[in-house]
């Protein structure tokens, strides 16, 4: 399985991807197939569009592996801005504004739903990733874009490093993502 990108698939990426059923066991063979696209990129975290499969599934592995099935986020609050990438948009980086806090809602993979609160730098990657289940990319909801190779990204993130802007106030959505 191969990493899409929106260069070349882009209406495939556009999307909406489906909710999983767990009627049938094919969301194990979708998940190790994430698992195994990142161990061979290096990615860190991967929606399952971005391998082909429009079914809505989160594969992270940051040390420890977690799979957010149906993820839903019912609240945020805070807001962070940092430059985000994305492996299926290569050469483009975005500063984007994200909630500090996320409460998602997810079920597991044995099929049991669970509500998590993610902060920081995870609820960052986990809305990024949580955005692609609907067609949406970094780009598109950027204050700003930069064309870069990985070298200008990491100048990039050394001028401008991740910042918390608030912890607590009420998510100020941007701009792009209202007029949507
Ligand atoms: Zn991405």
């Not at 949406?136 to 910042?163: G, Q, W």
Request: charged residues 30%; neutral net charge; glycine residues 4%.
């Amino acid at each position: 399985m191969e990493l899409k990108n929106i260069f070349e698939d882009s209406e495939f990426l556009r999307q909406k991807s489906k909710e999983v059923s767990f009627s049938s066991k094919a969301f194990k063979k979708d998940i190790v197939c994430l698992e195994e696209v990142c161990k061979h990129t290096g990615c860190k975290s991967l929606s399952a569009i971005q391998i082909g499969i429009p079914k809505k599934i989160i594969y992270i592995n940051n040390g420890e592996q977690k799979v957010l099935i149906n993820p839903e986020i019912v609240s945020q609050k805070g807001e962070t801005k940092s430059w985000e990438y994305c492996p299926s948009c290569l050469e483009f980086a975005g500063f984007v504004s994200r909630p500090y806090e996320i409460e998602v809602e997810y079920y597991d993979e044995k099929g049991n739903l669970q509500s998590d609160i993610f902060e920081g730098k995870e609820a960052s990657t986990i809305a990024h990733e949580i955005d692609h289940l609907n067609g949406t990319f970094h780009v598109d909801i950027a204050e700003r874009i930069a064309n870069v190779s990985m070298d200008k990204l990491k100048k990039l993130r050394t001028e401008e490093p991740y910042t918390v802007i608030s912890q607590n106030n009420r998510y100020r959505q941007a701009p792009s993502r209202i007029k949507k």
